[in-house]
């Protein structure tokens, strides 16, 4: 690819990665690039930056960092309507992408890789919340302090029920893909990783590396307990068939082969298949499951006796409120994801294990 107007949006973490920025530059401008340079200041910055860049008629966007930024990038991109290219040169803590990608890992041969590729299509999967299975009495309380006809109206819609014990389902999809939806490249995790990678401490991630991982997980198995899961899929008539539930330590849907870059959970999974892999970590006896924990998260191996394997284009998956979510090593909060009536009732219902 020659010839191309590009962006280059930079995650600065400790620093390091500046040092490369004019040997890069000095690649892309070789190629004929025009290329504009940002530097991430602050958390939640690159996707805005990507999605400006996308708005403002780049031809390219490049994320220099790890598996965070690239995902921003992505998004920020998507979020501008999809029609730019996306790059990627890899220098943060984790790199699954470049691996899984065959990237090179110096950001200088990782240009030169970029201004000699062929742009092609990849699949992406979306976490998208469909629904909040809610007490009844918090819809109550919710109902109580907004405007009282138009809920008694869309409840008359909904045919909720309202009595004590009960639960009541809201869904509200969106009218189109935006903000309330959120695409991943590698995997999104729902369980202990997400409860562990959201207590990673930063600084000595970036000191460190991957063993911040490791020591967080040390702190952070002992509190986790299995918690219950659906898993439906979508079938051809739009309805959705139920392939599992049961109690689990850890959900992992994955559109790629690897899992932590060196754990292949989905091998028979391509970027391009159009199918997402699901690999479960059940729950059984305590001392099983503890010891299958340990051993995914920090050995980084799996027992297949222990796991079960889905596939599918179209996934639903239940979980309580509480649960922790990542998507591509970052985790995600829930009311990011909420309408204004999910939030309402999330909050009033107190307890996010019961939702």
């Given at each position: 690819m020659h010839g191309k107007r590009a962006s280059l949006i930079v995650n600065l973490r400790s620093g390091h990665t500046v040092l490369k920025v004019p040997e890069i530059g000095a690649v892309l401008n070789a190629a004929d690039w025009k290329t504009d340079v940002y530097l991430k200041e602050y958390s939640g910055e690159t996707l805005q930056l990507a999605e400006q860049a996308a708005r403002d008629g780049h031809d390219v966007v490049i994320g220099y960092g790890g598996d965070g930024t690239i995902n921003a990038v992505v998004n920020g991109v998507l979020y501008a309507g999809g029609k730019r290219i996306v790059g990627d040169i890899p220098g943060g803590t984790f790199n699954e992408w470049a691996g899984e990608t065959n990237i090179p890992r110096d950001p200088v041969k990782a240009a030169l890789a970029l201004v000699?590729?062929?742009?092609?299509?990849?699949?992406?999967?979306?976490?998208?919340?469909?629904?909040?299975?809610?007490?009844?009495?918090?819809?109550?309380?919710?109902?109580?302090?907004?405007?009282?006809?138009?809920?008694?109206?869309?409840?008359?819609?909904?045919g909720k029920r309202g009595e004590t014990g009960e639960t009541e389902e809201i869904h509200e999809k969106p009218k189109k893909a935006g903000k309330h939806r959120q695409y991943f490249l590698l995997h999104a995790g729902i369980g202990v990783d997400a409860a562990i990678m959201a207590h990673i401490n930063k600084p000595l991630k970036y000191e460190v590396g991957k063993i911040a991982f490791d020591l967080a997980?040390?702190?952070?198995?002992?509190?986790?307990?299995?918690?219950?899961?659906?898993?439906?899929?979508?079938?051809?008539?739009?309805?959705?068939?139920?392939?599992?539930?049961?109690?689990?330590?850890?959900?992992?849907?994955?559109?790629?082969?690897?899992?932590?870059?060196?754990?292949?959970?989905?091998?028979?999974?391509?970027?391009?298949?159009?199918?997402?892999?699901?690999?479960?970590?059940?729950?059984?006896?305590?001392?099983?499951?503890?010891?299958?924990?340990?051993?995914?998260?920090?050995?980084?191996?799996?027992?297949?006796?222990?796991?079960?394997?889905?596939?599918?284009?179209?996934?639903?998956?239940?979980?309580?409120?509480?649960?922790?979510?990542?998507?591509?090593?970052?985790?995600?909060?829930?009311?990011?994801?909420?309408?204004?009536?999910?939030?309402?009732?999330?909050?009033?219902?107190?307890?996010?294990?019961?939702?």
């Amino acid at each position: 690819m020659h010839g191309k107007r590009a962006s280059l949006i930079v995650n600065l973490r400790s620093g390091h990665t500046v040092l490369k920025v004019p040997e890069i530059g000095a690649v892309l401008n070789a190629a004929d690039w025009k290329t504009d340079v940002y530097l991430k200041e602050y958390s939640g910055e690159t996707l805005q930056l990507a999605e400006q860049a996308a708005r403002d008629g780049h031809d390219v966007v490049i994320g220099y960092g790890g598996d965070g930024t690239i995902n921003a990038v992505v998004n920020g991109v998507l979020y501008a309507g999809g029609k730019r290219i996306v790059g990627d040169i890899p220098g943060g803590t984790f790199n699954e992408w470049a691996g899984e990608t065959n990237i090179p890992r110096d950001p200088v041969k990782a240009a030169l890789a970029l201004v000699d590729s062929v742009a092609c299509k990849i699949d992406l999967g979306f976490f998208q919340v469909t629904g909040l299975a809610v007490p009844a009495h918090a819809m109550g309380r919710e109902q109580s302090e907004s405007e009282e006809n138009e809920e008694a109206e869309q409840a008359e819609q909904m045919g909720k029920r309202g009595e004590t014990g009960e639960t009541e389902e809201i869904h509200e999809k969106p009218k189109k893909a935006g903000k309330h939806r959120q695409y991943f490249l590698l995997h999104a995790g729902i369980g202990v990783d997400a409860a562990i990678m959201a207590h990673i401490n930063k600084p000595l991630k970036y000191e460190v590396g991957k063993i911040a991982f490791d020591l967080a997980g040390l702190k952070e198995l002992p509190r986790q307990r299995p918690f219950p899961v659906e898993i439906s899929s979508l079938n051809t008539s739009g309805k959705l068939d139920l392939l599992w539930k049961g109690q689990a330590w850890q959900v992992i849907v994955n559109n790629s082969r690897l899992y932590a870059g060196t754990i292949t959970l989905a091998p028979h999974a391509y970027i391009d298949d159009g199918i997402l892999d699901v690999t479960v970590i059940t729950a059984g006896g305590p001392l099983a499951t503890l010891e299958e924990a340990v051993s995914f998260l920090l050995l980084h191996t799996v027992d297949t006796t222990v796991t079960r394997n889905f596939r599918g284009p179209h996934l639903s998956i239940s979980v309580p409120a509480s649960i922790e979510l990542e998507l591509d090593g970052s985790v995600v909060k829930l009311k990011d994801f909420l309408r204004k009536k999910e939030r309402k009732a999330l909050e009033y219902a107190g307890d996010a294990d019961k939702v």
